[in-house]
Each structure stands twice: as C-alpha cells, then as structure tokens.
C-alpha cells in the first residue's frame, strides 16, 4: 500500500491579516517530544510537518513532508521518500537523518507527558540516502501511517534538538506553514507564516497570535466580544454557545458560530475489582438506567450527542452496540430485574467521582445528574465526589474509585486508536479490565490489516463483547465549536475528526 504523490507548494500567504484566536486551553509544551494535550498538538500541527498528514475533511493520511510513503510487502516495513528542498525554518536542510532523528529522540526520552507509546511499534529506521527512510516495526501495524500523521510524527532539526532531553527554552524550530516567533505560557503565542515551507499547505493569512485564557471562559468571551480575539476556541461553554446559536444576538453582534464534527468521546469507568460494581448485574442496571439523551440536552444543551459505542460515529467501525443492548431510553423495570437477578434487594450504594476541568468544565454538573438518574427509581443510592486532576489520576491508579469519568481525544481517526488505548496492555483506563480475546485475537488481526474498512466485522465484535461485559459506558461524542466575526472564513476546514486545526485556512476580509 502506497500513498503519494502530495501536490508541491510554497507557503507564502494569500491574506493581508494576522488571526488572533483566544482559547482557554494551555499549550504545555512547545517540544514535540514531550506535549500530549490538544494546546501542544495544535502548536506541532501548524509549526512541525509529519511525513504524512490528515487532508482536511479527510481520515486518511497522505504525503506531506514525504512525496512517497508506503509499505513493502506486509505491514512491518514502511518506506518513504521526501520532498525535494525540504528546510526548516532556520533554513537548515530536512534529510532523512533529521526524521530517523527525530522518532529514536522521541522513544529515547520517553518522556511521561509524552507521544512515545504511539512508536512503541519501530525496531529500528534505515536512511539509506537523505531521502529515503525505511520504518522497521516489531509487529504488523497497519496504523503506522495515522500515528505518523499525528503531533507524534513531528521532525524536528537535530542540529537544534538535543538528542536525549527536551528542549526547554520554549523555542521550536521545524519546517510547517509556521514558524513560532514567541511564546509566553501565561499570555500567548505568535506564529510567523514560514517562507521556506513545502508541502500542501496552503496559507490564506499573514500569520496567527494564539491568545490564553487559562480556563477563564468569561475573560474569553468578553475578548471576543470586545474584538481583541477573532475567534473563539475551545473555551466557551456550551450555554454561551447554544445561546449564541439560539438567538440573535450572533447576527446583532456580527458574529458567527461554526460547528464541526469530532470524534471526542466521554465514557463512565468502572472499577471492575470493586465489591460493588465489580458485580455485572450493577453495571448492567446503571446501563439501563443511564438516559443519555436527557444529559446532552440538558448539561450540554446539545452540543454533544448520545454515544452508544466504543467507537465514535464518523470512524471506521463504528456500531450502536449498548443501544442494541440496553435502549436508547432509561428502563427501571429492566434495571430491577437485573439486580434481583443476582440476588441484590436493597439500594446499592456508589459513589461516583469526576475532575471539574479536565474533561470540560459541565462534568461536575453531569455527574449529579447521572446520580440523580440512578437515584430516582429508588434502586441506588449514588452520591458524586470530585477531585483536582492529579489527585484524580492517584486515586485511579490505587483503585479508589469504583466508578469515574474518562475523556477520549483521539491522536488520529482510526478505530484503533479508541481500542488499543482502553483494552491493550497498559491502558488509559486503569479499571482491572481483562479480555484475552480482544488483546490476543481481535486487535492483532485488525493491526495487520492495511485495509482499514475491512475491520469492521472485528471491531463489531470487539464491541459488542465491550457491551456485554461493561467495563465502560460510552455516554456521549462531542462536536467542535468556533465563535468568530463573520469576516472570518475557513474554520470549517480545522474542525474535524482528525483533531487538526489547520491555522493555514483561517482568512479574514476587512
């Protein structure tokens, strides 16, 4: 399977403004061997290039710092050709030893808050010229290409990069449509549109500040009420947002609210060691009862919608498992007879716990809304806890909590990457799950399937065994949202599934 050849470009801007967008997200890092948050991603996204990247609108990657890419005779050696005249924007040359470079530095640092578990697959890379790089992977990976897609495939200049520590002056030097003129962790970032870029990317403005607002939503939307942002992203909350879409002070105010697709997801966990839900038929109870509808319209005002798989609609694989299962609507008289069916007679005690932040600033009020949910029929009596983030994790991690709150961004658009992150060794979860058939027979096969569509019969089943097990409880996928001036244009083509938000197409007329 081959991918190439990607169209050449320059990357001078078609537009005379520079787009000053406000989030309240942080961006933690500015050296792609350590960031792992969607602040970071965005930076390596518009400042680094990949071999391979995400076509906007698209789920499947193609050429970018590579004119060729693809593997040879199995899905364990992945070869790929650069571009003619790649630079970085120091104007230092790209070759092949700057990318073997660039993926051995990341696996050596294995830093914690780090993408080194997206290359645990590579053995070893050849560069037999400086335009040639050969991936040799230790198993069949057929998602190789999408991980390489990702912030994780980032390449960076090895004469700037130190090769087995980060880089902590807050600097980046890379060879995308952008080159990062400063940066401040606390007020902002500034992005220069990059002269010696080539690739795809074609930019249509004379470059971006990227203001924070550090999770103040009010300071956010009063920016961009006052005109000091353009545009509104990852921050405003979803009342300001449906109140924006459900009235008219967007057109009296001149601005617009631009809705995408993504493959955001939120899932309630369960501790499947506890003596409570460690019991099937309390899962099985809280599923029936769970009214996913009623949460969406209520805490999220329908800026989400019901989730009823493990794998988000949009993405390859994608099936209504716990919907077939349980129903779309809540079932006391279901819920009952699951207890009593395993001899459980009185009110099942739970606590639920959540984090304020982390996963968006309504999870608090969702969770005393599931607890309300549960509680109503007089089946359990739930109470809800919630923790700052890191004592949130500890707590997770020494089996404290029997049920809690995940949130799922993906690093690229492949249904492996909502499985092999939540049931593989060493997952994200932390629940004590355990299905040898999944991690021993479904996964493998679909790894080495180069053809990503015909793995929807074996994610079917995978989730389907997911439903019946309960390990988890898919609650809802979120869509993205942009706030801009409605002299704003192109933000339609940075919110999609692949998470990447594509500074280039952003323009702005007078």
Request: glycine share 10%; proline share 5%.
């Amino acid at each position: 399977m081959a991918a190439g050849c990607g169209a050449e470009s320059g990357s001078s801007g078609t537009g005379d403004h520079t787009i000053v967008i406000g989030m309240s997200d942080d961006v933690l890092a500015t050296d792609p061997a350590s960031g792992y948050d969607p602040g970071s991603w965005m930076l390596f996204n518009n400042v680094f290039q990949s071999l391979m990247s995400f076509p906007k609108g698209g789920a499947t990657p193609t050429p970018e710092a590579a004119k060729t890419c693809g593997f040879q005779g199995g899905s364990t050696t992945y070869k790929c050709t650069l571009r003619d005249g790649l630079k970085f924007s120091n104007g230092d040359a790209l070759t092949s030893a700057d990318v073997k470079f660039s993926f051995d530095r990341a696996i050596r640092i294995d830093d914690a808050a780090g993408p080194s578990p997206l290359l645990s697959t590579i053995e070893n890379i050849d560069t037999p010229d400086a335009r040639t790089v050969v991936f040799h992977l230790k198993v069949s990976d057929a998602t190789f290409p999408s991980k390489i897609a990702s912030g994780a495939g980032s390449i960076v200049d090895h004469r700037v990069y130190p090769a087995d520590k980060l880089l902590t002056t807050g600097k980046a030097v890379g060879s995308g449509p952008y080159a990062l003129s400063s940066f401040d962790a606390k007020t902002q970032a500034v992005f220069a549109v990059n002269k010696a870029y080539r690739g795809t990317a074609q930019v249509k403005n004379a470059g971006v500040t990227l203001r924070f607002f550090k999770g103040d939503q009010k300071a956010l939307g009063s920016a961009l009420q006052k005109g000091s942002v353009d545009v509104a992203y990852r921050g405003l909350t979803a009342g300001a947002i449906a109140g924006l879409q459900n009235s008219d002070m967007a057109d009296d105010e001149g601005v617009n609210v631009v809705e995408g697709t993504s493959a955001e997801v939120q899932h309630l966990v369960f501790n499947m060691d506890d003596p409570v839900v460690g019991k099937l038929a309390v899962r099985q109870a809280i599923a029936y009862l769970v009214d996913r509808d009623a949460l969406v319209s209520k805490v999220y005002q329908s800026t989400a919608t019901p989730l009823y798989s493990i794998i988000p609609a949009g993405i390859t694989g994608h099936n209504t498992a716990f919907f077939d299962m349980y129903g779309g609507r809540p079932s006391l008289d279901k819920a009952r007879h699951a207890l009593r069916s395993a001899g459980i007679t009185g009110k099942v005690p739970l606590t639920l716990w959540s984090t304020p932040v982390r996963y968006g600033p309504a999870t608090d009020a969702e969770f005393n809304a599931i607890a309300q949910q549960l509680n109503a029929g007089g089946l359990f009596d739930a109470t809800v806890k919630s923790a700052p983030f890191d004592q949130y994790e500890k707590g997770i991690a020494a089996g404290k909590y029997p049920v809690y709150v995940k949130g799922w961004v993906p690093d690229y658009p492949d249904p492996d990457n909502f499985t092999q992150p939540f049931f593989g060794k060493g997952n994200v979860l932390g629940n004590g799950y355990r299905n040898n058939d999944i991690t021993g027979r479904i996964l493998p096969a679909t790894e080495a399937q180069t053809n990503r569509e015909l793995t929807d019969k074996d994610f079917g089943e995978l989730q389907d065994e997911v439903a019946q097990q309960l390990p988890i409880l898919p609650l809802w996928q979120g869509k993205q949202y942009a706030i801009a001036y409605q002299n704003v244009r192109g933000l339609e083509w940075t919110l999609d599934p692949s998470t990447v938000f594509r500074f280039w197409e952003i323009s702005k007329g007078a």
